[in-house]
């Protein structure tokens, strides 16, 4: 047993690494070398892979950026349950509080060894001083920012006060960063790298995109006579299980449409047909939407129609089938929604019922949003979107390995599907299908 095992048991409690990933980027995070990135997804256990490597330098501490004050108070007060000190300076604090801290960092031997503050603070005198005497007295282990999204616009949650760290890395180029996300998309990864200003090479630590137990595959709208009946014999067949599991862990099924109206069309033309399902989108109140996503959730309810606004927070683990009726706005996105099937690691089915007329509704949008911005920034972000839109219809209207087309767009090495989606498993089939679809629409 190594130090890093031994710390892992010793100040964390776990007898292992959650996965050879994390174990990965904790030893490179510790070893201090390079500036490191991690995009692991929610839960699991990013923080670890730098609260572990700190523990190995006494007397020093290690700066973490957070997006929000709800988060530092959640992360310090799990540190402080298993006695490792973790202090945070913020606004919110008493000005007694703030010289408590400050004295302790800048004692000789300072007892903190996290020291959680908002991109906001960054900006303060008291914290620019603070760091100058920390990098001064080679008190800082690293930097980390945590949520290293935000720092990009293609990110859900873009804050213009992370792009102000980019400033603080190159300022102090003698401690390591450590920049973390649960994003997977290449572009936030590029966006983080460059607008962090990370020095290269910077380690990379990803899990692959690559989901062995999920089946993907298209259908052509077209190329059948009972749509709706189609998706719900693929729902149907894909919920069936044993009778005696728990409610909360009863399969569910997720059906993403573009429009209102779609959800609660398709929400009643499915229950009529037998399946129980409720529609869920941004119109409905509320207090509507929380109902939807408790009963879905207990598993009162097996389905939802629903605009991509479902699905966020939502971690169930019993998802059988996520099906898009239309298109998906791009392969991110695609990925991202389509990924909620599954978590349980059980097999799960992923599936498109592409439409040419969803195609050119999406199409249509897109370009009419280009036609509006006015800025260049809006422009060119407009053109990236549209640009991704495009790899997505390829990948209705390509012959090409699901999973394939997914590695290619995270840069990732190609994965053996092993007949894990409908090309690998019946090129043959795909392609009669497509050249009927391709027949029907232009004619
Ligand atoms: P993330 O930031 O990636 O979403 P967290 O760091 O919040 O994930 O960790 C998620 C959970 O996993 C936490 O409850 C954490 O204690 C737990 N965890 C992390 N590493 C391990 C490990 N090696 N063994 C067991 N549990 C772990
Ligand atoms: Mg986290
Ligand atoms: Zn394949």
């Given at each position: 047993m190594d130090n890093v095992t031994e710390k892992l048991f010793q100040c964390f409690g776990h007898r292992k690494f959650k996965s050879e990933l994390q174990e990965r980027a904790i030893r490179a995070i510790a070893r201090g070398?390079?500036?490191?990135y991690v995009s692991m997804p929610t839960g699991s256990g990013k923080s670890l892979c730098f609260q572990l490597p700190a523990m190995l330098q006494d007397n020093k501490v290690a700066i973490v950026f957070s997006p929000l004050l709800?988060?530092?108070k959640d992360q310090i007060d799990h540190l402080s349950k298993i006695k490792i000190n973790a202090e945070s300076i913020n606004s919110k604090?008493?000005?007694?509080?703030?010289?408590r801290v400050l004295n302790d960092l800048r004692s000789m031997k300072p007892n903190t060894r996290f020291l959680y503050v908002t991109p906001e603070q960054a900006a303060t005198g008291t914290f620019k001083s603070l760091m100058e005497h920390l990098v001064k007295y080679k008190k800082l282990s690293y930097v980390v920012v945590d949520e290293a999204h935000c720092v990009s616009e293609w990110g859900h949650d873009f804050r213009p006060d992370y792009l102000k760290l980019g400033n603080l890395r190159e300022q102090y180029k003698s401690v390591p960063w450590v920049a973390l996300t649960a994003t997977a998309s290449a572009e936030v990864a590029k966006d983080i790298l460059s607008n962090l200003k990370l020095l290269l090479p910077v380690a990379q630590y990803k899990t692959p995109s690559f989901r062995r137990n999920l089946f993907y595959d298209v259908i052509y709208q077209n190329c059948i006579d009972d749509e709706v009946g189609h998706l719900t014999e693929f729902l149907k067949k894909s919920l069936k299980e044993d009778e005696n599991v728990?409610?909360?862990d009863k399969n569910a099924a997720i059906v993403?449409?573009?429009t209102r109206e779609q959800t609660e069309d398709l929400a009643n033309m499915l229950s009529k047909r037998g399946l129980m399902c409720l529609a869920y989108h941004g119109g409905m109140k509320s207090s509507e939407r929380i109902s939807v996503q408790e009963k879905w959730s207990q598993g009162e309810v097996p389905c939802v129609c629903a605009t991509v606004s479902f699905g966020m927070g939502v971690d169930k683990a019993s998802v059988r089938a996520v099906a898009h009726?239309?298109?998906a706005q791009n392969v991110a996105a695609y990925y991202q929604e389509s990924g909620r099937a599954g978590?349980?690691?059980?097999?799960?089915f992923c599936r498109i019922y592409y439409c040419r007329s969803e195609r050119n509704a999406v199409d249509f949008l897109l370009k009419s949003e280009v036609g509006r911005s006015k800025t260049p920034e809006q422009k060119n972000r407009c053109k990236v979107a549209y640009k991704s839109f495009e790899i997505m219809v390829k990948y209705c209207e390509d012959i090409k390995?699901?999973?394939?087309?997914f590695a290619e767009y995270f840069g990732e090495e190609i994965p053996k599907c092993g007949g894990r989606c409908d090309v690998c498993s019946d090129e043959r089939s795909v392609r009669r299908a497509l050249d009927q679809h391709q027949r029907r629409a232009s004619s």
């Open positions: 070398v390079h500036d490191v709800a988060l530092i604090m008493t000005s007694k509080d703030r010289e728990k409610p909360k993403y449409c573009r009726w239309g298109i978590r349980d690691g059980k097999p799960a390995c699901r999973h394939k087309v």
